[in-house]
């Protein structure tokens, strides 16, 4: 079983940039964020594979948010830029155990608590 932690969110203003990180205690495949915003439904944001970097975005935050991990230390971060407020929402780590990279949160098999990034206007 493996556990994901989140670390990086807080409250910034509209335009800053903020940096996630997700530390997962064993060797992961494809990984992945997902955000909640209050009375929405979890929605992709981006997603990268072990073996090649290949990098998914959704169309909201392509351009501003980019994927990276670091295979040696099983950690991936989200560096998100020019944020908006409608970026406001709980940011969620997740990974597979295959690595075929899936926009679709189903495929995930483990998930990290959250951490909760706010943008104001």
């Known amino acids: 079983q493996v556990q994901l932690v989140e670390s990086g969110g807080g409250l910034v203003q509209a335009g800053d940039s903020l940096r996630l990180s997700c530390a997962a205690s064993g060797r992961t495949y494809a990984m992945g964020w997902f955000r909640q915003a209050p009375g929405k439904e979890r929605e992709f944001v981006a997603a990268?594979?072990?073996?090649?970097?290949?990098?998914y975005y959704a169309d909201s935050v392509k351009g501003r948010f980019t994927i990276s991990r670091n295979n040696a230390e099983n950690t991936v971060d989200l560096q998100m830029n020019s944020l908006k407020p409608e970026d406001t929402a709980v940011y969620y780590c997740?990974?597979?155990?295959?690595?075929?990279?899936?926009?679709?949160?189903?495929?995930?098999?483990?998930w990290g608590q959250g951490t909760q990034v706010t943008v104001s206007s």
């Open positions: 997740a990974a597979k155990d295959s690595d075929y990279v899936s926009r679709a949160s189903g495929p995930y098999d483990y």
């Open positions: 990268i594979s072990r073996s090649y970097g290949i990098t």
